[in-house]
């Protein structure tokens, strides 16, 4: 299903195997890997990855990347240029900003992708696992994160919304305007 004239389009898919200039990494603050997609990119990735997110822990960030932020690090093995790390927030129950950070989240990837010029942009659902951030709260910020900046920028041209599940899609789906309303 896509929006904004076709500039945004939320999808099931694989994140590890999709073909776009830059994809972006749901991390944790250690940049070393863990669970989830986190984990599935730095596997798919391999360890190239990891021996440059070793060396901006080094040189940048040796006490983690902070949640909302967002750093670029080359893809590896993986089929695209490259990989965008950002971290989400934990969800705490609302009251701690975490609607803040995860559009800090999502805004400071789409900035790195446009400075290294991508025109296309895929994501992952940033925070809605293990971090527990309620899919239909995380899906209003996402849409109006993604849908100012496509509204007014000419880069990235085409951002991709990857839903590991049918599931996860639909709730996107549900919380957001009609693809029509646009």
Known sequence: MNWLNGRLEALTGDITTFHADAIVNAANSTLLGGGGVD???????????????????????????????????????????????????????????????????????????????????????????????PADKAAKVVWRVLSARLRHHTLPEKVYLLFFSVSGLSDFIDNVPPPDAF
Request: with cysteine.
């Open 39 to 133: 984990g599935a990119i730095h596997k798919a990735g391999g360890p190239e990855i990891m021996a440059e997110c070793h060396k901006l822990r080094e040189t940048q960030f040796p006490r983690g990347l902070p949640t909302g932020e967002a750093v670029l690090t080359g893809a590896g093995k993986l089929p695209c240029k490259y990989v965008i790390h950002t971290v989400g927030p934990v969800w705490r129950g609302g009251q701690e900003g975490e609607e803040g950070l995860l559009a800090s989240a999502y805004r400071n990837a789409l900035e790195k992708a446009a400075e290294v010029g991508a025109h296309t942009l895929a994501y992952p659902a940033i925070s809605t696992g293990v971090y527990g951030y």
